[in-house]
C-alpha cells in the first residue's frame, strides 16, 4: 500500500475493530475510516509457550529427545517444565522487533510522535471519538457511508467490490504465462517426505511434491526464473535437504529467487539458503540453524494400563529405537554423534550458499530464531520485502522486461491451504491426522523451528 501510494494512487481503509496487525496494516492508508461503534486496541506484545512434560509424566509417557544449538527449542515444549533462559533471550527479541516495526510502522504512516505511541501501548482500547481526537482515524461512518466518503475524498463516485468477485475477473492473456515468465512456486507447511496433504495441525510439505513443482516450473516454456516463496517451520532433515538439492539443480539453467512468509525457519530456511537471492519481510521469523533427534519412550504408559513387555536381545547394545526404553549412556552419545553430523551439514550448507564460513553461521546459528530485520543485517537474507519485491529481483536476474513479463504459480493456488474436515470425523482419525507432525512421526532428525504464540 505504501508503494502504491508513493505512485500517487489513493488508499483508503475501513474497519470496525482493529488490533495490533490489522491497525498497522491500516496505518498505510491516506485516510482511516472507523465504524462509530468501532474500537482500536493496540496492545503489548507477549509471547507464549505449550510445556506439557508435566502431563507426558503424569500418563508415563518419557520423551527421550535431544537437540544441538543452545537456542534450538522446539523440543522444549515436550521435554521441559518451563521456559528456558535461551529461549526468553530470543522471543525477546523477536518481540522487540515486532513492537519496534509496529511503532515505525504507525508512527510514519499516522504521523504520530513516540510520546503518542507510548500512549496507545498504555490507555488502549480507544473508542468513539477519542479515536479521532488522538489521530489514529480520520472519520466515524458506518460502512454504506464508505463509499461516498471515498468518492468525495477523490472527487467522482467509486465502487467497491468484494475478494471473491475481485479474483474472478480474467487475466490478460497477453500478460499472464505467454511471455517470458517468472514462476511461483509456493512451499507451505511442516516439511515431510513424500507428498503434500492437510492435518489437523496444518499443512504439510513434501518435499516429493514441491520437486515435482519446481521441476515443472522449470519445464515450463517461458518460465525463466523461478520465485519460491516458502511459509514453514521446518520439519524432516532429509526431506529439507533433497529441496535444497533440486534448488541447486535449477539454478544452473535459471535464477532461483526466495521469498519467505511469516516464517521460513530450520528446514525453512535450509531449503532457502542456495537460492540466488532471499527476500524476507521484516517480521519474518527466520533462521533457527540446529538440529533434534530422540525418541517417545512409553514403557511407564503400558505398565500403567497393565501391559507388560519384555525384551530378548541378541546385540549387546540392543535396539537404541524401541519405544519401551530410554537411551543408554552408550547409545545416547552414539545418537548424539550423529546428529553432529547432521548439524555440521546445516551449517556448512548454509555458510556455502551465504558465502561465509561455519564459524560465522555456527555463531548465529545454535538454533536461534531471527527476525526478518535482523536476519538482513547478519546476512542470513539478503532483502526485506514482500513476494512482488522477489519477483522483480527474479526477472531482473533473468533478464525479463518487468513491463512485459507473465506469472505462473505452482500450484493452482484454488482451496490452498484449506482442510478438508469431513463430518464425523472419529477421534482414531484425530489422532492420526496429529501424528503426521514430524515431531511425532519422523524417523530420522529434524530440522524444526520453536512454535511460539505470539499476541
Known amino acids: 500500500m505504501v508503494d502504491y501510494r508513493s505512485n500517487g494512487k489513493p488508499v483508503f481503509a475501513y474497519m470496525e475493530y482493529a488490533g495490533n496487525g490489522s491497525y498497522y496494516a491500516a496505518s498505510a492508508a491516506r485516510e482511516i475510516c472507523m465504524h462509530k461503534a468501532g474500537q482500536i486496541s493496540i496492545n503489548g506484545f507477549a509471547g507464549y509457550t505449550f510445556f506439557v512434560r508435566g502431563f507426558l509424566d503424569k500418563i508415563g509417557v518419557?520423551?527421550?529427545?535431544?537437540?544441538?544449538?543452545?537456542?534450538?527449542?522446539?523440543?522444549?515444549?515436550?521435554?521441559?517444565?518451563?521456559i528456558s533462559d535461551a529461549q526468553i533471550e530470543a522471543t525477546t527479541a523477536l518481540l522487540e522487533n515486532y513492537k519496534s516495526e509496529?511503532?515505525?510502522?504507525?508512527?510514519?504512516?499516522?504521523?504520530?510522535?513516540?510520546?503518542?505511541?507510548?500512549?496507545?501501548?498504555s490507555n488502549s482500547p480507544f473508542a468513539g471519538e477519542s479515536m479521532v481526537r488522538m489521530g489514529l482515524v480520520d472519520t466515524l461512518l458506518y460502512r454504506d457511508q464508505f463509499e461516498e466518503f471515498v468518492g468525495e475524498q477523490v472527487g467522482h463516485a467509486?465502487?467497491?467490490?468484494?475478494?471473491?468477485?475481485?479474483?474472478?475477473?480474467?487475466?490478460?492473456?497477453?500478460?499472464w504465462g505467454t511471455n517470458s515468465s517468472v514462476a511461483v512456486v509456493v512451499a507451505d507447511g511442516n516439511i515431510?517426505?513424500?507428498?503434500?496433504?492437510?492435518?489437523?495441525?496444518?499443512?504439510?510439505?513434501?518435499?516429493?511434491?514441491?520437486?515435482?513443482?519446481?521441476?515443472?516450473?522449470?519445464?515450463?516454456?517461458?518460465?525463466?526464473?523461478?520465485?519460491?516463496?516458502?511459509?514453514?517451520?521446518?520439519?524432516?532433515?532429509?526431506?529439507?535437504?533433497?529441496?535444497?538439492?533440486?534448488?541447486e539443480n535449477i539454478r544452473r539453467d535459471m535464477p532461483v529467487v526466495v521469498s519467505m512468509g511469516s516464517v521460513a525457519a530450520s528446514g525453512g530456511y535450509y531449503m532457502a539458503c542456495g537460492a540466488d537471492a532471499i527476500f524476507a519481510d521484516r517480521l519474518t521469523v527466520t533462521g533457527s540453524i540446529g538440529i533434534i533427534s530422540g525418541k517417545f519412550v512409553f514403557g511407564d504408559l503400558l505398565e500403567m494400563v497393565g501391559i507388560n513387555v519384555d525384551k530378548v536381545s541378541i546385540e549387546p547394545a540392543g535396539n537404541a529405537g524401541n519405544p519401551f526404553e530410554p537411551y543408554?549412556?552408550?547409545?545416547?552419545?552414539?545418537?548424539?554423534?550423529?546428529?553432529?553430523?547432521?548439524?555440521?551439514?546445516?551449517?556448512?550448507?548454509?555458510?556455502?550458499?551465504?558465502?561465509?564460513?561455519?564459524?560465522?553461521?555456527?555463531?548465529?546459528?545454535?538454533?536461534?530464531?531471527?527476525?526478518?530485520?535482523?536476519?538482513?543485517?547478519?546476512?542470513?537474507?539478503?532483502?526485506?520485502?514482500?513476494?512482488v519485491d522477489a519477483i522483480t529481483h527474479a526477472a531482473?536476474?533473468?533478464g525479463?522486461?518487468?513491463?512485459?513479463?507473465?506469472?505462473?504459480?505452482?500450484?493452482?493456488?484454488?482451496?490452498?491451504?484449506?482442510?478438508?474436515l469431513m463430518p464425523g470425523l472419529s477421534v482414531f482419525s484425530a489422532a492420526n491426522e496429529i501424528t503426521e507432525h514430524p515431531l511425532l512421526n519422523s524417523e530420522g532428525p529434524l530440522y524444526l523451528a520453536p512454535t511460539v504464540v505470539i499476541e
Open 62 to 82: 518419557v520423551p527421550d529427545l535431544m537437540h544441538i544449538g543452545a537456542f534450538k527449542s522446539a523440543s522444549d515444549m515436550l521435554t521441559e517444565y518451563e
Open 102 to 121: 509496529l511503532v515505525r510502522g504507525i508512527s510514519e504512516g499516522r504521523g504520530l510522535e513516540p510520546a503518542q505511541m507510548s500512549i496507545l501501548f
Open 158 to 175: 467509486v465502487n467497491t467490490m468484494g475478494t471473491g468477485f475481485y479474483s474472478s475477473i480474467p487475466e490478460e492473456s497477453s500478460n
Open 192 to 247: 515431510t517426505g513424500g507428498h503434500s496433504g492437510s492435518s489437523l495441525l496444518g499443512r504439510t510439505m513434501g518435499s516429493d511434491t514441491v520437486i515435482e513443482m519446481l521441476n515443472e516450473a522449470a519445464s515450463t516454456p517461458g518460465v525463466e526464473a523461478i520465485v519460491l516463496r516458502i511459509n514453514s517451520g521446518g520439519g524432516e532433515a532429509m526431506a529439507s535437504d533433497d529441496m535444497h538439492h533440486a534448488v
Open 328 to 387: 543408554t549412556e552408550e547409545q545416547h552419545e552414539s545418537h548424539f554423534e550423529a546428529m553432529r553430523e547432521g548439524y555440521n551439514l546445516f551449517v556448512n550448507t548454509v555458510a556455502k550458499g551465504r558465502d561465509m564460513t561455519f564459524e560465522e553461521i555456527d555463531a548465529i546459528g545454535q538454533g536461534r530464531v531471527w527476525s526478518g530485520i535482523d536476519a538482513l543485517e547478519l546476512g542470513l537474507v539478503d532483502y526485506n520485502g514482500g513476494v
Open 396 to 398: 531482473m536476474l533473468a
Open 400 to 420: 525479463i522486461d518487468n513491463g512485459n513479463s507473465g506469472i505462473v504459480i505452482f500450484p493452482d493456488l484454488t482451496g490452498l491451504g484449506s482442510i478438508n
